[in-house]
């Protein structure tokens, strides 16, 4: 015991002991200059020498740019070229799905679906117009197997008027005509996105609106177009003005057309336009 406390004091004492240091020139071997220290100042002056460079070093990483070339260090949402890069990524993806919605949109709008029924449809819609169920043809099962699942939907009345035409796809005419006072803005009847907001030679300012549940609405023979595409619309919020653009159209008012998985059908059947027929 007494020889490992003997060690111990040994040890301490030896790195305290002085040292004398001395520079020779090497010619004439005279002293140029000397310095004492010990081994524990010698420890200690290197151990503050590595703290203050360690501190030095970590400021260094910590306060400057050189963070973002060490890896797994640096975090690289901090870079300015990236933070463009993934503003530009965003746009272009919002492009995009705005341009996924508008293609999607026109084909459901412009391409008809085909309409399959069991036989209970046909007798059930035999029943209900008291005739034989091999006169029914497949539109009259279509329009009301569509029918009921759009009654689950509300609808807003885009512009409040007078039906000048109505819904007669004999003649090729897929929605309504409505007459309103000048100026009258025309409203989405759902929340949507806009596939179309566009100027055409037959239809003048017109605009498309994909909705839930694959419904589309067209809005045509606006004088003024109050969105574009791309835009996301709520129920009820203005998307033009009621006007007589276009070449097909003998006056001012709305064509309003609603298509269902890619089928027309009949606008007065779910939105009451508050108005007497002509």
């Known amino acids: ?19 004398r240091i001395s520079i020779l020139d090497d010619e004439n071997l005279e002293e140029v200059g000397s310095y004492n220290l010990s081994l524990l100042s010698f420890y200690i002056f290197l151990s503050v020498f590595a703290l203050i460079l360690s501190g030095l070093v970590i400021s260094f990483i910590i306060f400057t ?23 530009k990524i965003d746009a272009l993806e919002k ?29 059930s819609i035999a029943a209900t117009k008291s005739i034989r169920p091999e006169l029914v043809n497949q ?6 197997s569509r029918t009921k699942e759009l009654d689950f939907l509300k609808f807003a009345t885009p512009v409040s008027g007078t039906i000048s035409a109505s819904f007669n796809p004999s003649l090729g005419h ?3 005509d409505i007459i309103a006072a000048k100026d009258t803005p025309v409203k989405s009847i759902m929340d949507g996105i806009v596939v179309s907001a566009e ?53 001012p008012h709305l064509h309003f057309e609603m298509w269902y998985d890619g089928k027309y059908v009949n606008p ?4 009451s336009f508050q108005q007497n027929k002509k």
């Open 1 to 19: 015991m007494q020889d490992g406390l003997q060690a111990k004091r040994n040890w301490w004492d030896r790195i305290r002991d002085t040292y």
């Open 65 to 87: 740019p050189v963070k973002r070339l060490i890896p797994g260090y640096g975090d690289i949402t901090d870079n300015k070229k990236f933070i463009e890069l993934s503003k």
């Open 95 to 123: 492009d995009i799905s705005a341009y996924d919605t508008y293609t999607s949109g026109l084909k459901n709008m412009l391409t008809g679906g085909i309409y399959n029924s069991s036989v209970d449809k046909i007798d």
């Open 139 to 144: 539109e009259d099962i279509a329009e009301t």
């Open 174 to 176: 897929y929605g309504v």
């Open 199 to 251: 100027q055409s030679v037959s239809t003048g300012n017109s605009v498309y609106i994909q909705h839930q549940k694959n419904v589309v609405s067209a809005y045509k023979h606006n004088s003024i177009l109050l969105v574009k595409t791309g835009d996301i619309i709520r129920t009820g919020q203005a998307v033009a003005i009621i006007g007589n653009s276009g070449e097909m159209t003998t006056g």
């Open 268 to 271: 007065e059947n779910y939105i």
